[in-house]
Nanobody
Framework: QVQLVESGGGLVQAGDSLRLSCAVS????????LAWFRQVPGLEREFVAA????????VYSESVKGRFTISKDNAKYTVYLQMDSLKAEDTAIYYC???????????????????WGQGTQVTVSS
């Protein structure tokens, strides 16, 4: 059974940093893209960042590019999202996800990811 468990969310002030973690179990970790999405209640889930199977190729949404960094540790079966210079508009529930098949490049479409965590709340006060 595949499990993705996020942690690290919380309440911070604008300009602060936060690091999210997502531990993956029950499936091969290194062979698939891992991604972070976020969702505000009432709105669609939004792509944030993804890291390719090799850990080298990364993709970011324009709204977080230059502020957020995605990385993964194959030895710890964990993917991270380092969030710097946080803004109030970054407030959302953050989800990690794993792609269902091997792809050469990371995808930003949520439909490519069949495996999801339960989410962790990030709240940024202005």
């Amino acid at each position: 059974q595949v499990q993705l468990v996020e942690s690290g969310g919380g309440l911070v002030q604008a300009g602060d940093s936060l690091r999210l973690s997502c531990a993956v179990s029950g499936r091969t970790f290194s062979g698939y893209t891992l991604a972070w999405f976020r969702q505000v209640p009432g709105l669609e889930r939004e792509f944030v960042a993804a890291v390719g199977w090799g850990g080298v190729t990364t993709v970011y949404s324009e709204s977080v590019k230059g502020r957020f960094t995605i990385s993964k540790d194959n030895a710890k079966y964990t993917v991270y999202l380092q969030m710097d210079s946080l803004k109030a508009e970054d407030t959302a529930i953050y989800y990690c996800a794993q792609d269902g098949v091997w792809r050469r490049l990371p995808q930003s479409d949520a439909s490519a990811y069949p495996y999801w965590g339960q989410g962790t709340q990030v709240t940024v006060s202005s």
